[in-house]
């Protein structure tokens, strides 16, 4: 069975500094992964997603996530915080290609960001 | 560019009452996903459809059922609501066999049960 694990379930850091959001997913074969962001009150917005094209994956407003076979992990980055970096972060499993199955989440990271 | 819309996006019933969530994916999308968030919970999976076809069955209660019609919008009816369907109603769509892969998230209907 496929799961994905969020270790922290609150991150909080200073605007300006780097984010280390940490994902690690359990899969019997080579899944696609995604963070999603959800804001306050609205919907899920993907930042970025991993298909075994590259291990290195930019997304959207600066996010980028390594996908490390090795340590089955799949941290989300970004090296500097913005006051509008504050949500909750979802790192997603998708055991079958993201489209064709359902989407498994982890329990979520919320990220504060403080002045 | 168009986006999966989501209606209402807000919804308050009583208990006991029935309920009717719509889903309208981006245009040429062809499969639906219908997921429910408890309040401080993750997003999980209820139900799938792929060419007004159920696809994928997750953990929908027997209340609920849901149907894709032609023009590919998808509706989610809810009845004998209960306190615990409080929750925020996603649905999602993709369009199978596309390069990109990604399943793309309305803004939601938050229903709300009393």
């Known amino acids: 069975a496929q799961s994905v694990t969020q270790l922290d379930s609150h991150v909080s850091v200073s605007e300006g500094t780097p984010v280390l959001l940490r994902c690690n997913y359990s899969?019997?074969?080579?899944?696609?992964l995604f963070w999603y962001v959800q804001h306050p009150n609205k919907g899920l917005q993907l930042l970025l997603k991993?298909?075994?094209?590259?291990?290195l994956v930019k997304g959207i407003n600066g996010f980028e996530a390594e996908f490390k076979k090795s340590e089955t992990s799949f941290h989300l980055t970004k090296p500097s915080a913005h006051m509008s970096d504050a949500a909750e972060y979802f790192c997603?499993?998708?055991?079958?290609?993201?489209?064709?199955?359902?989407?498994?989440f982890g329990k979520g990271t919320k990220l504060s960001v403080k002045p | 560019a168009a986006g999966v819309i989501q209606s209402p996006r807000h919804l308050i019933k009583e208990k006991r009452e029935t309920a009717t969530l719509k889903c309208y994916p981006i245009?040429?999308?062809?499969?639906v996903y219908w997921y429910q968030q408890g309040p401080g919970q993750d997003p999980q999976f209820l139900i799938s459809?792929?060419?007004?076809?159920?696809?994928d069955k997750g953990s929908i209660p027997d209340r609920f059922s849901a149907q894709q019609f032609s023009d590919y919008h998808s509706e989610l009816n809810m009845s004998s609501l209960e306190l615990g369907d409080s929750a925020l109603y996603f649905c999602?769509?993709?369009?199978?066999?596309?390069?990109?892969?990604?399943?793309?998230f309305g803004a939601g209907t938050r229903l709300s049960v009393l």
């Open positions: 999602a769509s993709t369009r199978q066999g596309s390069a990109k892969n990604i399943q793309y």
């Open positions: 899969s019997s074969y080579s899944p696609s």
């Open positions: 991993y298909t075994s094209a590259a291990t």
């Open positions: 997603v499993v998708s055991p079958s290609g993201g489209s064709q199955g359902n989407l498994i």
């Open positions: 245009p040429r999308h062809d499969t």
């Open positions: 459809f792929y060419e007004k076809m159920q696809s």
